[in-house]
């Protein structure tokens, strides 16, 4: 399974950006994670590849959306009304398996991430 991010950039706050992930390969779910110097890759989102069916992380609930277009091997993550705290390095990941969906452990493969700046 090979991923590949990309949409990142700069933006001013209260903006939108659409990221985008190619993924080959069979996966289960596929989410969402950032992560800034000095801290934990933090989860933003997840999908059910099978079923549509997302999990999304309290910080972003309301203003992130995910959705898969199966048909296209593309996962995206919408993200508006952007704050500057949402400046990080974005990544996808890959799950294979059924565990815990917001835990960066049930991911088995991971994009190469992708910046995303927001400006005050």
């Known amino acids: 399974v090979q991923l590949q991010a990309s949409g990142g950039g700069l933006v001013q706050a209260g903006g939108s950006l659409r990221l985008s992930c190619a993924v080959s390969g069979r996966t289960v779910a596929m989410g969402w994670f950032r992560q800034t110097p000095g801290k934990d890759r933090e989860f933003l989102a997840t999908?059910?590849?099978?079923?549509?069916?997302?999990i999304y992380a309290d910080s972003v609930k309301g203003r992130f959306i995910i959705s898969s277009a199966n048909a296209e091997n593309t996962v995206f993550l919408q993200m508006n009304s952007l704050k500057p705290e949402d400046t990080a390095v974005y990544y996808c990941?890959?799950?294979?398996?059924?565990?815990?969906?917001?835990?960066?452990?049930?991911?088995?493969?991971w994009g190469q991430g992708t910046q995303v700046t927001v400006s005050s």
């Open positions: 990941a890959a799950s294979s398996g059924w565990g815990r969906l917001s835990a960066e452990r049930s991911y088995d493969y």
């Open positions: 999908i059910i590849r099978s079923s549509g069916s997302s």
